[in-house]
Every structure is written in C-alpha cells, then in structure tokens.
C-alpha cells in the first residue's frame, strides 16, 4: 500500500465517521497538524504510534504482508 492510499483511506474514513479534522485530532491525541500531514501522504512526517492512535478512532488498523504476494479474497473485496 502506497502512503498516498492510506491518505485516502484516512481522509474518506474521517469524512464518513463526520469528523472534523480537529475532532480528529482531538480524539486521537494528536495535533490537528499531524492530521493534516497523515491526509496529505506525508506519514515519513508522522510517528507510526500517531498514525495508529488516528487509525484506532476511525477502527481502522495497518497490516504488513509480504511484498509481491498475491492479494487474498479479502482484501480484493475491500479493493471493489
């Protein structure tokens, strides 16, 4: 997963839950500014513990898998 989709991903989760970037932040224990490099790519930026803290408001979760495996059943759903 490029960090461009996790941008994505985070920005779409946020706006579906209706939260404000600022309630996001807030609810995560981040700063509103760190919300903005995470929805903007820029996670070389961010600590991965503020990044999961924001994840885990949105009930979201990273995974690692190995690179060039195929994608499993799940998560060509998820893709669709």
Not at 46 to 72: H, M
Request: aromatic share 4%.
């Amino acid at each position: 997963m490029e960090l461009t989709e996790i941008a994505t991903i985070v920005t779409k989760s946020r706006k579906t839950n209706k939260y404000t970037q600022s309630k996001l932040a807030e609810y995560s224990g981040t700063s509103i500014n760190t919300i903005k490099k995470i929805e903007s790519g820029f996670l070389d930026e961010v600590g991965i513990k503020k990044v999961e803290s924001v994840l885990d408001i949105l009930a979201l979760e990273l995974s690692i898998r190995p690179k060039g495996r195929p994608l499993t059943l799940d998560e060509l759903n998820e893709k669709s």
